[in-house]
């Protein structure tokens, strides 16, 4: 038997009302804040939307950077 299709989302084309970027923290386990990056509303060229980050961080005791990458996708936002 099939199984019946859950109502599907609405679709962002523009940033959520009060969200037109995310910032993304990161930081070890113990607190420890290695860098912020912000992420802005994004439509990818999938037709999905959502927010795109790409930057460099540093871990503060050594001092060695490193790039990172991050995608958000709004599930069910593809056109």
Excluded: H
């Excluded at 679709?11 to 910032?23: D, H, T």
């Amino acid at each position: 038997m099939a199984k019946a299709k859950e109502s599907e989302p609405k679709e962002a084309k523009e940033a959520p009302e009060g969200a037109p970027a995310v910032l993304l923290e990161v930081r070890l386990p113990t607190g420890e804040v290695w860098g912020q990056i912000m992420a802005p509303f994004k439509e990818f060229k999938t037709g999905s939307t959502g927010y795109y980050a790409n930057g460099k961080i540093m871990d503060p005791k050594s001092g060695q950077r490193y790039q990172v990458g991050c995608n958000i996708i709004l599930i069910g936002s593809k056109k």
